[in-house]
């Protein structure tokens, strides 16, 4: 069985190219629709989080930080994909707790070399 | 607001007209905005779901191309055809052991001994002539003796008697002579044909296996020429999909775009309420609104032009990259086609390449079949031979009994010849004359009984060989194990003409789905219509804005229009601000731009 990663975006169409790329390069993806909803959903099963930036209820900046208060998921690699590319939103993202930051539109090489990467 | 409150508060009439229809323009307009983009996500989705069902259509066809190139890889073809030449090997080692060439000899040595018993055999006719006349003359001497001679009666007769037994013995060995000698030249007929069979086999054997060996040099050339182009085509359809995914990414990035712009004018539209409202902040005049929003809704003209042709380009790419993929099955089935075409023998035949293999193969199979019957006919002849030998063995006892007869009849004579004194003189003579013949006649049985046991040891060539043929050439368990081979030839060949004919169907028919699919986008001419509209309204109030302040703010952003910088959260945004990047510009971001060999993590940024 494949690892197990979290998808969080309020955009359904971006959820479903996520969980394509990855669940077609054997991994099972968990999808929540903002970070809340994906707090909501967050099992020990979950090895790494995709998530995005700006998002009702809860955006992706803050869903880090709550994410990482617990001391089960302080670890675990976390990959913003955000259409924002701004430094100081990057510090921000990293000042929270994120390992990484992925550019939207992804491409799928590139999306598995960054889960590839960080679940060896 | 009512308008009347409008031009309550705002001293120019015309001013407050603008502004009053500015109000009334910009919410329809944000919702018009909201209904160009937003709503298409469950299009998008099943564009997404429709690219995951061909890209699982793909990956099958991927799978069973894999499998089609695997089965007629050099490996499995070079392995088929080590094992081939090894079995043939071996069945022409058991041919040349059929064949027998050391029985030719043989056979030659006996029909030249049996050549010389004929001979012999001669010489022992005139004794038993002799023998004849002798037992004559003592019948004659005896009745001239009278009654002195009355016991050469029984000498004639015992002479006559041995006559006729060594005749008759003559005759017989003559006779069996003569059937072995026939026998031998069957045989040696047989065994001539058999090695001229044995040279034509293994010559057809050699040239069979070679022209087998060449096909499957030629069918594995084209497999692994198949291989490279199907890899080619397989890492086209990839990219072509993967090219797809990005593109389906952006209703979500213009969907954000758009948003912005009715943030913008939503905004815009508080800040009028708030200019107007009562008790106003005069800080700022009439116009030094109208100039700012001249220039937003020029600004936020532009974004909606940039987001509407990111729409568009990406929904264009996306149908491009259908065709993409669409290109590539179709020439991976057109690929599959050719070789499949290809790898019939000559061209135009009806026979695949492994059919005319397994063809050659059981021609082979068919003339060894018949060589051992040969080799089995052959044996049984020489058995034959090999029996009528040791039949002519019994002779030897015979002969030499004859030869032990003669020599008592000859002293029986000189004995009676001496009883009878003076009067028995003649008779003496003519028992001299048996003794002579008795001595001829054993260096005669001598001679005959050399060639008998001559032969007799030539017999045993044969019958040794026939009895190793027997033992050792199992040749039913050699085509068993080419029948195993024809057997694995025949279901390769089989599964590979199935999956020739399925991969080129599918590849076919997945790239006519496709073209479909692609033919019918059309939700972002839709989308660019609306957008288009929503950007004209913005041309116009920015130029009834520009109108009414046509000095604006000198060429250059205000301060309010440079704090919305800020709100961006997309690099194409800040770019089309800025000024530094147009529409174009804009759609040359998109997924559209189709990237070349590189690092996968370009992009990527990990803290």
Not at chain 2, 225 to 230: D, F, M, R, T, V
Request: aromatic share 4%; proline share 1%.
């Amino acid at each position: 069985m494949g690892k197990t990663i979290m998808t969080v975006d309020d955009s359904a169409s971006v959820r479903q190219m996520v969980s394509f790329t990855l669940k077609n390069a054997g991994y099972d993806v968990v999808e929540a629709v903002d970070g809340k909803d994906g707090l909501a959903k967050l099992t020990g099963s979950v090895s790494m989080i995709i998530t995005d930036l700006n998002m009702p209820n809860l955006d992706g900046i803050e869903f880090i930080k709550q994410v990482r208060a617990k001391a089960q998921f302080k670890f675990i690699p976390i990959i913003m994909l955000t259409t924002e590319s701004q430094a100081g939103k990057k510090q921000d993202g990293k000042a929270a707790g994120a390992t990484g930051w992925v550019v939207k539109p992804f491409k799928p090489e590139q999306l598995l070399a960054v889960v590839q990467k960080l679940l060896r | 607001m009512e308008d009347s409150t409008i031009q309550a508060v705002v001293n120019d009439a015309e001013v407050a007209s603008f502004l009053a229809r500015a109000r009334k323009e910009a919410a329809p307009l944000c919702v018009d905005l909201s209904k160009a983009v937003t709503p298409r996500e469950a299009e998008f989705l099943e564009l997404g779901a429709a690219l995951q069902r061909v890209a699982g259509t793909v990956e099958d066809i991927v799978e069973q191309a894999e499998f089609l190139t695997g089965l007629t890889s050099r490996d499995a073809l070079d392995s088929f055809g080590a094992e081939l030449t090894q079995e043939l090997d071996r069945m022409q080692a058991l041919l040349l052991l059929a064949a027998g060439a050391e029985n030719e000899s043989a056979l030659m040595s006996i029909r030249a001994t049996l050549a010389q018993l004929g001979e012999q055999l001669g010489s022992f006719k005139r004794i038993v002539k002799h023998l004849h006349m002798l037992g004559i003359s003592t019948r004659i001497e005896s009745a001239r003796l009278g009654a002195d001679g009355s016991g050469f009666g029984t000498l004639a007769d015992d002479v006559e008697k041995l006559s006729v037994a060594i005749g008759r013995q003559s005759d017989s060995i003559s006779k069996q002579s003569q059937a072995l000698d026939a026998l031998a030249a069957t045989a040696m007929e047989q065994a001539r044909h058999m090695l001229e069979s044995q040279r034509r086999c293994t010559d057809e054997m050699g040239s069979q296996v070679q022209r087998n060996l060449e096909t499957l040099l030629q069918l594995s050339h084209m497999s692994q020429e198949l291989s490279q182009a199907l890899g080619e085509r397989i890492r086209q359809a990839h990219h072509n999909i993967g090219q797809a995914v990005s593109s389906l990414q952006f209703h979500d990035i213009t969907r954000q775009q758009v948003e912005h712009v009715e943030q913008a004018m939503t905004d815009l539209l508080e800040m009028i309420d708030e200019h107007l409202a009562p008790g106003r902040d005069a800080a700022e005049t009439d116009l030094e609104l109208v100039a700012f929003m001249a220039e937003l809704c020029a600004m936020e003209s532009r974004q909606v032009r940039a987001a509407s042709d990111r729409f568009v380009d990406a929904v264009t790419s996306f149908g491009d990259r259908l065709h993409g993929v669409a290109a590539a099955m179709d020439g991976l089935a057109d690929e599959v086609a050719l070789v499949r075409q290809d790898a019939r023998v000559g061209g135009g035949s009806p026979r695949t390449a492994l059919q005319g293999i397994e063809a050659s193969i059981n021609n082979i199979m068919q003339s060894i079949r018949e060589f051992v019957a040969q080799g089995e006919a052959k044996g049984e002849v020489m058995d034959r031979v090999a029996g009528t030998i040791q039949e002519m063995g019994a002779f030897l006892e015979d002969v030499e009994e004859v030869g032990a007869s003669i020599e008592l009849i000859a002293l029986n004579a000189s004995v009676k010849a001496a009883h009878t004194g003076d009067k028995g003189k003649a008779m003496g003579v003519l028992a001299q004359s048996i003794q002579s013949l008795s001595h001829a006649a054993r260096l005669q049985t001598e001679a005959i009984a050399k060639a008998l046991s001559g032969v007799a040891a030539s017999s045993e060539v044969l019958r040794t060989n026939s009895a190793r043929f027997r033992e050792e050439v199992h040749v039913e368990e050699a085509l068993a194990r080419l029948g195993v081979l024809v057997k694995g030839l025949t279901s390769i060949d089989a599964e590979t003409t199935a999956l020739f004919a399925e991969v080129s169907a599918a590849g076919k028919a997945v790239a006519r789905d496709i073209t479909t699919l692609a033919n019918g986008l059309t939700m972002h001419h839709e989308v660019a219509r609306q957008l288009s509209a929503s950007a004209a309204r913005l041309d116009s109030l920015q130029q009834q804005a520009a109108a009414l302040a046509p000095g604006g703010h000198a060429g250059m952003h205000s301060a309010r229009l440079e704090s919305m910088l800020g709100r961006y959260t997309m690099e194409i945004e800040r770019q089309i601000h800025l000024g530094i990047a147009n529409a174009d510009a804009a759609a040359g971001d998109s997924a559209a731009s189709a990237g070349g060999e590189e690092d996968p993590l370009d992009g990527v940024e990990l803290f």
